[in-house]
Structure formats: structure tokens, C-alpha cells
């Protein structure tokens, strides 16, 4: 019993040292380059999610727009989905049941086709308890009701809104040319061969 109490005694003596000496040194950094994730002042970055979907729609140019006017550092966050026509839009869901005013895969629309009919990327269709859509589409609205158009975002000088009333389809290639020196975050969200040509 004597041998073992000297054996529990002598490890914990060793964890003891082994505590006291990491306490003492400072760890090193665990990584080498500049982090991403903060802005030159050293402080976090602002992500706009989706471009702020919670003042306007996800996804839409408008909601990077408003993003952008309120730090011009905003890194963008958005989701993508290539349309039947080979054009990559920013988009949350695969389909346009819950965002739009239509419904169908976004990969059985061509994108010309979403431009020319304005479909409406500026509404919402709630689901019911059993997590399904239920169908009754509503215009976008803030959370504290107020509903919201192209014309209420505060754009830079020198663009007026694409449309007074309909939250246009976004291309990812126009985010990028509207804002070139921002961080973009992307996530695809269609899978397999889909999702491998947009990739391309």
C-alpha cells in the first residue's frame, strides 16, 4: 500500500512541475500568416450574412449593398446555385419555393428567364409546424414588420437600384464586380455533377 501511495505521491509531483513550467512559458502562436478573419485596425471583421438578411433579402445585391454602407470592410457571405444556363446566382436554397415568388429547381431555370419574367428573390413562404412551406408567400419584411423595396437601400454614389419594386436574381459575377476589394465568403449549395459544374 506504502509503494503505491509513493507511486500516486511521485506522479502527481511530475504533473505538478510538468503544470508549473507551461504556466511559466508563454505558448507560441499557433499560426504563422495574417489572420483573414480581421481587418488592418486589428479588429474583427463585420460578415454580412447573406448581406444582412435580416434588413433585406438574402442573397440579393441590394442586401450587399446595404451591408457595404454600413462598414465598407463588410466581408460578404452568400450561397450559390447555377441556373439551367450555366450562369452561377446567389442563392440560399437549390429551389426558388421559399425565396421567391415562383417555385421550381434553380437548375431547371435558365437565368435569362428569371430576368426577363422578375422573379422576385424579396419574398419569403413561411413554413408550418411540420417544417413544410406553406404556400402563402409574403414581401419581405424586416423583423420589426416593415416591409422593404430596392429604393430603401442606401447605395454608393453613383447606383440607383436595378429595379423600384423586384429584388432582381443576383450573379455572383455582378457581387464581384460591385465589390471587388471585399472579402467574399461563398458556399455552394447544389451537390454532384451540378454542383461540380459550377464550379467550373
Request: a negative charge.
Amino acid at each position: 500500500m506504502k509503494k503505491a501511495l509513493k507511486i500516486i505521491a511521485l506522479v502527481l509531483a511530475i504533473l505538478l512541475i510538468i503544470w508549473a513550467v507551461i504556466a511559466i512559458f508563454p505558448l507560441t502562436k499557433n499560426y504563422k500568416l495574417e489572420n483573414g478573419m480581421r481587418k488592418d485596425s486589428d479588429m474583427p471583421l463585420l460578415i454580412a450574412h447573406g448581406g444582412g438578411n435580416r434588413e433585406f433579402p438574402d442573397n440579393t445585391l441590394e442586401a450587399f449593398y446595404n451591408a457595404y454602407s454600413v462598414d465598407e470592410n463588410v466581408m460578404m457571405e452568400t450561397d450559390l446555385s447555377i441556373t439551367k444556363d450555366g450562369v452561377v446566382i446567389l442563392s440560399h436554397d437549390t429551389t426558388l419555393d421559399r425565396k421567391t415568388n415562383v417555385t421550381g429547381s434553380i437548375i431547371n431555370w435558365n437565368y435569362s428567364d428569371l430576368i426577363e419574367q422578375e422573379v422576385d428573390f424579396g419574398y419569403t413562404n413561411p413554413t408550418n409546424d411540420d417544417d413544410q412551406l406553406n404556400g402563402e408567400r409574403e414581401h419581405f419584411k424586416t423583423d420589426d414588420g416593415i416591409e422593404k423595396y430596392p429604393t430603401d437601400v442606401e447605395y454608393t454614389k453613383g447606383i440607383t437600384p436595378r429595379h423600384e419594386k423586384v429584388f432582381l436574381a443576383t450573379t455572383l459575377e455582378e457581387l464581384i464586380t460591385a465589390f471587388p476589394e471585399n472579402r467574399i465568403n461563398v458556399e455552394l449549395k447544389q451537390s454532384g455533377e451540378i454542383g461540380l459544374k459550377a464550379l467550373k
